[in-house]
């Protein structure tokens, strides 16, 4: 197996930012998809084992996706609700699979950022950090914390190692997506230590009906603009949803971009996926501008913004609208309705 690129360097610098605490509390981004769900409780774990340092982990969010539910049940861990104002300034915090002023986790100015661990674009604020650690060109949180484990030689317990595969499996798309060497050289040394079965029912975790429902809604409102396709999905009962339906809309033949929006607690929700450029990331934050927050890879990205009252749709036509105008892609929508209604128009 190739040498993980987390050396014992990185390693021994990580356990040193830690030193003489006696607490701290890992906040992955809010709502947490596998990925960093994953990576803070395997930093939990380490920092456990080799600092003797007991973490909490806590989000501001929820986990609503059915796979992700069914992880959660099968690692038997309680994750701590918290939000921005009940951080306390005299704890010290770790974001996992985020970064201060991404908009998408707990933090908040005032706080101590102890270590950020990620894989998203660099943001200055993680200069905030005793410690940061962040590799865009990862394709998974997950994988950086695999190599912390390898590099502290740590056996690693059967749930932790499905979570990490899991982990990488979901944001790389099973190594399909923006997955490098390390990505792949840490899902084949946890696939040995996965717990197959539990894998299965995971992924295969059934769904409840509101999830049909929000399909039907999504294609009926979904239209095709040469190659862009756009669709509404009204309200969601988990933020999650928008990024799943956004992932199912990219399949459509002859779809380059998929844009799905989603009220959910009086915020628009946003999820972008292209598979043929990159630039997705830059295209939400075009879209969200200063009204919101956004954020992601050349391929895959998302972003939320408060809509204050304002009508949902009226909004998500806004940003549809910035959305085509930065692709150079027509107004006219080539098609309206995917459950059927081909051929008519609809103006942006």
Same mark, same amino acid.
């Given at each position: 197996?190739?040498?993980?690129?987390?050396?014992?360097?990185?390693?021994?610098?990580?356990?040193?930012?830690?030193?003489?605490?006696?607490?701290?509390?890992?906040?992955?981004?809010?709502?947490?998809?596998?990925?960093?769900?994953?990576?803070?409780?395997?930093?939990?774990?380490?920092?456990?084992?080799?600092?003797?340092?007991?973490?909490?982990?806590?989000?501001?969010?929820?986990?609503?996706?059915?796979?992700?539910?069914?992880?959660?049940?099968?690692?038997?861990?309680?994750?701590?609700?918290?939000?921005?104002?009940?951080?306390?300034?005299?704890?010290?915090?770790?974001?996992?699979?985020?970064?201060?002023?991404?908009?998408?986790?707990?933090?908040?100015?005032?706080?101590?950022?102890?270590?950020?661990?990620?894989?998203?674009?660099?943001?200055?604020?993680?200069?905030?950090?005793?410690?940061?650690?962040?590799?865009?060109?990862?394709?998974?949180?997950?994988?950086?914390?695999?190599?912390?484990?390898?590099?502290?030689?740590?056996?690693?317990?059967?749930?932790?190692?499905?979570?990490?595969?899991?982990?990488?499996?979901?944001?790389?798309?099973?190594?399909?997506?923006?997955?490098?060497?390390?990505?792949?050289?840490?899902?084949?040394?946890?696939?040995?230590?996965?717990?197959?079965?539990? /894998?299965?029912?995971?992924?295969? %975790?059934?769904?409840?009906?509101? @999830?049909?429902?929000? $399909? *039907?809604? !999504?294609?009926? +409102?979904?239209?095709?603009?040469?190659?862009?396709?756009?669709?509404?999905?009204?309200?969601?009962?988990?933020?999650?949803?928008?990024?799943?339906?956004?992932?199912?809309?990219?399949? /459509?033949?002859?779809?380059?971009? %998929?844009?799905?929006?989603?009220? @959910?607690?009086?915020? $628009? *929700?946003? !999820?972008?996926? +292209?598979?043929?450029?990159?630039?997705?990331?830059?295209?939400?934050?075009?879209?969200?501008?200063?009204?919101?927050?956004?954020?992601?890879?050349?391929?895959?990205?998302?972003?939320?913004?408060?809509?204050?009252?304002?009508?949902?749709?009226?909004?998500?036509?806004?940003?549809?609208?910035?959305?085509?105008?930065?692709?150079?892609?027509?107004?006219?929508?080539?098609?309206?309705?995917?459950?059927?209604?081909?051929?008519?128009?609809?103006?942006?």
């Amino acid at each position: 197996m190739p040498a993980h690129p987390v050396s014992h360097g990185r390693l021994d610098q990580l356990l040193r930012s830690v030193e003489g605490l006696d607490r701290l509390l890992i906040l992955p981004h809010n709502n947490p998809d596998p990925d960093a769900l994953a990576s803070a409780l395997a930093l939990q774990h380490l920092l456990f084992a080799r600092a003797g340092l007991a973490a909490d982990v806590a989000c501001p969010g929820i986990v609503g996706r059915a796979e992700n539910k069914a992880l959660v049940r099968y690692l038997d861990t309680d994750l701590r609700s918290v939000a921005p104002d009940d951080l306390d300034v005299t704890t010290p915090v770790a974001l996992v699979d985020t970064q201060p002023t991404a908009g998408n986790n707990a933090w908040r100015p005032g706080v101590p950022v102890q270590i950020v661990l990620d894989h998203h674009n660099l943001r200055e604020a993680a200069k905030l950090a005793v410690y940061a650690d962040i590799r865009p060109e990862f394709g998974a949180t997950s994988t950086m914390l695999t190599g912390y484990l390898q590099a502290a030689d740590l056996a690693l317990p059967t749930p932790l190692a499905t979570a990490l595969f899991y982990g990488i499996k979901t944001d790389t798309r099973g190594l399909s997506r923006g997955a490098q060497p390390a990505d792949v050289d840490a899902y084949l040394y946890l696939l040995p230590l996965a717990d197959r079965e539990a /894998l299965n029912e995971i992924e295969n %975790s059934q769904v409840p009906v509101h @999830y049909f429902r929000t $399909l *039907v809604e !999504s294609f009926q +409102t979904a239209c095709v603009y040469d190659g862009v396709v756009v669709a509404f999905a009204g309200a969601v009962h988990y933020p999650d949803l928008v990024a799943e339906i956004a992932d199912i809309m990219l399949r /459509l033949e002859g779809a380059h971009w %998929s844009i799905c929006m989603g009220s @959910y607690a009086d915020h $628009l *929700v946003v !999820s972008v996926r +292209t598979n043929t450029a990159h630039g997705a990331g830059l295209l939400v934050q075009h879209m969200i501008g200063e009204s919101g927050s956004a954020g992601g890879h050349g391929i895959m990205a998302g972003g939320d913004a408060p809509l204050n009252g304002q009508d949902a749709k009226a909004v998500a036509d806004e940003f549809a609208r910035r959305a085509l105008d930065y692709l150079n892609a027509p107004h006219t929508a080539r098609i309206v309705n995917l459950l059927g209604a081909a051929g008519e128009c609809r103006e942006l």
